[in-house]
T-cell receptor, first 113, second 114 residues
């Protein structure tokens, strides 16, 4: 079955702009999580959505937001971009319950100039 | 705050050498433990996971890991590495009640020379 799909794969934006990234989870997975990966900070959890509700949030400023649609697809938005937002943004989808694991997409590489 | 420590940031080995990557976490409650691998240009893939039961778990590609609760450790091992094991390895922890949030270690870059 198809894996986690993230679009676009690459983005270049200017400081102050906003950006929207998209994630389509594996069919049947209702949980979608987002992570930021940078060389300095590693992989950091942004937030998790389940059944269109955010049920967990990492330690990121309010400029980072997300949402989930009824088909479990998710988007994350970053407003007022800063140079430090340049990173690989990863989406992971999971089922729920004991014994679940996260399946990751290939990520969106965001460069802020 | 809960954290995950990976002791080795860069490891260089020759083919057929044995591998052990350390991982420790700081959390006193129930955890699920994972090792993920990221090959160059590819997405994160699960190597193995521990939820409960036998603390020695076997994963894909000949990898195994041992959960030692008293040491808060989950070290990854492979008896004989191959050039194709060159990748970055991440240890991750999911806390009980934390839904699907994963806390990752900083990663270990492994380079295997033929």
């Amino acid at each position: 079955k198809a894996g986690v799909t993230q679009t676009p794969r690459y983005l270049i934006k200017t400081r102050g702009q906003q950006v929207t990234l998209s994630c389509s989870p594996i069919s049947g997975h209702r949980s979608v999580s987002w992570y930021q990966q940078t060389p300095g900070q590693g992989l950091q959890f942004l937030f998790e959505y389940f059944s269109e509700t955010q049920r967990n949030k990492g330690n990121f400023p309010g400029r980072f937001s997300g949402r989930q649609f009824s088909n479990s697809r998710s988007e994350m938005n970053v407003s007022t971009l800063e140079l430090g937002d340049s990173a690989l943004y990863l989406c992971a989808s999971s089922t729920t319950g004991e014994g679940t694991e996260a399946f990751f997409g290939q990520g969106t590489r965001l460069t802020v100039v | 705050a809960q954290s995950v420590s990976q002791h080795n940031h860069h490891v260089i080995l020759s083919e057929a050498a044995s591998l052990e990557l350390g991982c420790n976490y700081s959390y006193g409650g129930t955890v699920n433990l994972f090792w993920y691998v990221q090959y160059p240009g590819q997405h994160l893939q699960l190597l193995l996971k521990y939820f409960s039961g036998d603390p020695l778990v076997k994963g894909i590609k000949g990898f195994e890991a041992e959960f030692i609760k008293s040491k808060f450790s989950f070290n990854l091992r492979k008896p004989s590495v191959q050039w194709s094991d060159t990748a970055e390895y991440f240890c991750a922890v999911r806390l009980s009640g934390g839904y699907n949030k994963l806390i990752f270690g900083a990663g270990t870059r492994l380079a295997v020379h033929p």
